[in-house]
C-alpha cells in the first residue's frame, strides 16, 4: 500500500528516533567542524540570458480573497494577496519584457476577474510548487530567460525592484537563485540545530536553463504531488535550494535593508556555515515587513 505524504513524513521522524544517535553526531560534526575557512573557489557559473523577456509565474489558491491578512506563527501579520501582485507587475514599465501568467488551484472557488493575464489551472497537491511545475513546463523549450516564481503571500509593500534584481542576478553569474527572505534551519526535523539554509519559495528569481538543471538533477521538479504541508517544505522548499547549493551555485537574498546576502556550498565536506554571515532560523522573526520585496541598495553596510 502507497503510503500518504503525511504518512512518509512522520516516518521519517520516526526514523529519525531510531538512528537518532547517528543523527545527532552528524549534525554536531556539521555544526562544529564544518566550517571549511580555506575552501575552493567556486566555479560553477549560470549559462547566460541573451533577450530581454522575463517569464513570471504567481501562484494563486482559489479560495483567496484579491487581499487578505497573512498570519504566520510568531511573526507579525501583515496585508498580502493577488492584487497586490497584480499590481506589482502589471505596473512595471523598465527595460525587460515581462510575460506574466498566474497559475491557480481550486479554480472553481476565485471570483475574481482577470482581464489580459493567462491563467493555468493546476491541481492542488504540491501546492506552490505545482504552479511552479507547470509554469515551467510551459517555458522550458523556450530560449532561456530570466524566471520569476512567486505566490500571493508577498507583503504588499511595493517599490521598483525588477530592473536592479536582474542586473545584480546578471552581473553575478555564480548566483543560481535569488530571494526575499531564507530560513537557516529545517524545523521540520528533530534534530536541534538542524542547518538547511534554503530561500523561502514564495518570491524566487532563476533562469530556465538553472530550473532545467535542478529538474535533471532530481529527476522532477521538487515538491512534486506532494500534499502535506510539512513534507511540502521539505521535499519542495528545502530541497530546491539544497540542490543548487549542491550544483554549486550560490543562493542570494535581498535583506530587508537593501543588502544583498550570498551564501554557498563549495566544498563537499563544506556545509555552508563559513559563508553564514546571518541569523540563524527564520529570517522573518528579525525583519519590520515580513515577506517584503526590498529596493536593493548595493554598498550597503
Excluded at 543523527?23 to 540570458?49: A, C, D, P, Q
Excluded at 525587460?96 to 493575464?117: G, H, P, R
Excluded at 510539512?230 to 551555485?249: A, F, P, Q, R, T
Aim: net charge positive.
Amino acid at each position: 500500500m502507497k503510503l500518504s505524504h503525511k504518512n512518509r513524513f512522520y516516518l521519517d521522524l520516526l526514523f529519525e528516533i531510531i538512528l537518532s544517535p547517528i543523527s545527532y553526531m552528524n549534525n554536531f560534526l556539521k555544526w562544529h567542524f564544518g566550517n571549511i575557512e580555506n575552501k575552493e573557489v567556486l566555479t560553477k557559473k549560470r549559462k547566460s540570458v541573451n533577450q530581454n523577456k522575463v517569464s513570471v509565474c504567481i501562484h494563486e489558491w482559489g479560495g483567496y480573497e484579491g487581499k487578505r491578512l497573512k498570519k504566520i506563527k510568531n511573526i507579525p501579520e501583515f496585508e498580502c494577496g493577488l492584487d497586490y501582485q497584480l499590481e506589482r507587475f502589471q505596473n512595471y514599465s523598465g527595460q525587460y519584457d515581462l510575460n506574466l501568467s498566474i497559475t491557480i488551484s481550486e479554480l472553481n472557488l476565485f471570483k475574481s476577474k482577470i482581464n489580459n493575464v493567462e491563467m493555468i489551472e493546476v491541481p492542488n497537491e504540491g501546492m506552490d510548487f505545482s504552479g511552479y511545475e507547470a509554469f515551467f513546463n510551459k517555458i522550458k523549450s523556450e530560449e532561456n530567460q530570466y524566471v520569476i516564481l512567486t505566490n500571493s503571500s508577498v507583503n504588499k509593500y511595493q517599490v521598483n525592484f525588477i530592473d536592479d534584481y536582474i542586473s545584480f542576478f546578471k552581473e553575478n553569474s555564480s548566483i543560481g537563485m535569488m530571494g526575499i527572505s531564507f530560513n537557516s534551519k529545517m524545523y521540520q526535523s528533530l534534530i536541534k540545530n538542524n542547518f538547511n539554509p534554503h530561500l523561502q519559495s514564495f518570491f524566487l528569481l532563476t533562469t530556465t536553463q538553472v530550473l532545467k538543471e535542478v529538474v535533471d538533477f532530481n529527476n522532477g521538479f521538487p515538491g512534486k504531488g506532494i500534499d502535506y504541508k510539512l513534507e511540502l517544505i521539505k521535499k519542495g522548499e528545502i530541497k530546491l535550494s539544497k540542490i543548487v547549493l549542491d550544483m554549486g551555485y550560490t543562493l542570494a537574498c535581498v535583506l530587508e535593508n537593501g543588502k544583498p546576502f550570498l551564501f554557498d556550498k563549495s566544498h563537499f565536506i563544506d556545509n555552508g556555515r563559513n559563508s553564514w554571515k546571518n541569523f540563524y532560523g527564520d529570517y522573518r522573526l528579525h525583519t519590520r515587513k515580513p515577506n517584503a520585496i526590498n529596493s536593493l541598495k548595493l554598498g550597503v553596510k
